[in-house]
């Protein structure tokens, strides 16, 4: 590498293909890769404007995004080489005490750093293999278990969890870079799962309690609230996954409600936990009173269901009905209709329930 040349300021100025290595005078290369993306990118430009949309011309742009990513791959392997240092001027005497060449600090912290874009490797070339292993898995093995579960599901909403993934990536970053720091402070480096951190004698850790509360009832069950989380989980995707079969799109406003119901109450378990007042109470009892209502709701909404089927098939066989049509802008509209008006007239008798219990107001003995 051509010395006196800043790190960061080369890996910044990759971005833009070639610029990074015409910093650090590799003439040769800074041509390669600009032109090579620089080149299909004006080209894909041109067949845009001539009005050209085959699929040729995506490939331009696939051949480009290939070129850019070698050139940062290249990148990041020229800066996370060490820089050679020079022997001593004097030859070697026996039993005579010479520097070590090592990489000075911030050089070290950096190569740490770009290594960790992917999760883990910044740990391994620390040698710390459990502690990389476990980054890698957490943030691969959740992007792939996200992904799974969308495509089984067919729900798209699921793809909102993916960002949890830059919590994970920040953290085993700034993570890889602590344990640098560590090992340029010549502290003794342990090589154990970035799990073991968050156990602190025996007792559940606060910091990965919130950071898993992300998910409703993923907090509860790991802070020993097995009723309560799952509960909570099952609430939350059953709502998704019963709003999204019946295409009752106005009803959506309930899953951010019960998301953040979710996350208020887990950080509250995490307080009493603290203060060793946690009781695993189930959510569902509060609504014991309400049980014949929602059997109620759960019969239309199974009857809305099968209604909703029946009309589907129907359309098949009698298109000129516009079947569908009446599903989605009348039957819908309905419900929506008759459960504000079953909930205010509801209210509305609670409220003269009450105020024909409430007791007399007391007589003054001289009225």
Same mark, same amino acid.
């Given at each position: 590498?051509?010395?006196?040349?800043?790190l960061?300021?080369?890996?910044?100025?990759?971005?833009?293909p070639g610029?990074?290595?015409? $910093?650090?005078?590799?003439?040769?290369?800074a041509?390669? $890769?600009?032109?090579?993306?620089?080149?299909?990118?004006l080209?894909?430009?041109?067949?845009?404007?001539?009005?050209?949309?085959?699929?040729?011309?995506?490939?331009?742009?696939?051949?480009?995004?290939?070129?850019?990513?070698?050139?940062?791959?290249?990148?990041?392997?020229?800066?996370?080489?060490?820089?050679?240092?020079?022997?001593?001027?004097?030859?070697?005497?026996?039993?005579?005490?010479?520097?070590?060449?090592a990489? !000075?600090?911030?050089?070290? @912290?950096?190569?740490?750093?770009?290594?960790?874009?992917?999760?883990?490797?910044?740990?391994?070339?620390?040698?710390?293999?459990?502690?990389?292993?476990?980054?890698?898995?957490?943030f691969?093995?959740?992007?792939?278990?996200?992904?799974?579960?969308?495509?089984?599901s *067919?729900n798209?909403?699921?793809?909102?969890f993916l960002?949890?993934?830059?919590?994970i990536?920040?953290?085993?970053m700034?993570d890889?870079?602590?344990?640098?720091? *560590?090992?340029?402070?010549?502290? %003794?480096? $342990?090589?154990?799962?970035?799990? %073991?951190?968050?156990?602190?004698?025996?007792?559940?850790?606060?910091?990965?309690?919130?950071?898993?509360?992300?998910?409703?009832?993923?907090?509860?069950?790991?802070?020993?609230?097995?009723?309560?989380?799952l509960?909570?989980?099952?609430?939350?995707?059953?709502?998704? $996954?019963?709003?999204?079969?019946?295409?009752?799109s106005?009803?959506?406003?309930l899953?951010?409600?019960?998301?953040?119901?979710?996350?208020?109450?887990?950080?509250?378990?995490?307080?009493?936990?603290?203060?060793?007042?946690l009781v695993? @109470?189930?959510?569902?009892?509060?609504?014991?009173?309400?049980? @014949?209502?929602?059997?109620?709701?759960m019969?239309?909404?199974?009857?809305?269901?099968l209604? !909703?089927t029946?009309? !589907?098939e129907?359309?098949?066989f009698?298109?000129d009905?516009?079947?569908?049509?009446?599903?989605?802008d009348?039957?819908?509209?309905?419900?929506?209709?008759?459960?504000?008006?079953?909930?205010?007239?509801?209210?509305? *008798?609670?409220?003269?329930?009450?105020? !024909?219990?409430?007791?007399?107001?007391?007589?003054?003995?001289?009225?």
């Open positions: 590498m051509t010395p006196n040349r800043n960061i300021a080369a890996f910044l100025l990759s971005f833009i610029l990074g290595h015409l $910093y650090l005078h590799r003439f040769f290369r041509l390669v $890769y600009g032109g090579g993306f620089f080149g299909p990118l080209l894909f430009f041109m067949v845009m404007i001539n009005g050209y949309h085959g699929e040729e011309a995506l490939l331009l742009l696939v051949f480009a995004a290939f070129i850019w990513f070698i050139n940062m791959i290249d990148m990041v392997i020229t800066l996370i080489k060490p820089d050679p240092v020079p022997y001593p001027p004097d030859p070697f005497q026996p039993h005579a005490a010479y520097p070590y060449p990489e !000075r600090a911030a050089q070290e @912290k950096l190569r740490t750093a770009l290594l960790s874009v992917v999760p883990g490797l910044g740990h391994y070339r620390l040698g710390l293999m459990q502690r990389g292993l476990t980054a890698m898995i957490a691969f093995g959740s992007a792939v278990l996200i992904i799974f579960v969308t495509v089984i *067919r798209e909403a699921f793809l909102t960002l949890v993934l830059p919590i990536w920040f953290y085993t700034f890889a870079i602590k344990q640098a720091e *560590r090992k340029l402070a010549g502290l %003794e480096l $342990y090589d154990h799962s970035l799990f %073991e951190d968050f156990q602190s004698g025996g007792r559940k850790n606060k910091t990965l309690a919130t950071i898993i509360a992300v998910f409703p009832g993923a907090a509860h069950l790991y802070l020993a609230l097995p009723k309560r989380g509960q909570l989980m099952a609430l939350f995707l059953f709502s998704i $996954y019963v709003l999204d079969l019946l295409r009752l106005v009803f959506f406003f899953i951010p409600i019960i998301w953040f119901f979710s996350l208020f109450d887990a950080l509250q378990s995490i307080s009493r936990y603290e203060n060793g007042t695993d @109470k189930p959510i569902l009892d509060a609504w014991m009173p309400y049980y @014949k209502g929602i059997g109620f709701m019969i239309l909404l199974g009857g809305y269901y209604f !909703r029946g009309m !589907r129907l359309s098949y009698y298109p009905w516009k079947l569908a049509f009446w599903l989605t009348y039957v819908q509209t309905a419900i929506v209709t008759f459960i504000l008006i079953g909930s205010g007239i509801y209210l509305m *008798r609670v409220q003269k329930n009450k105020a !024909r219990s409430a007791p007399a107001p007391f007589d003054h003995p001289d009225q």
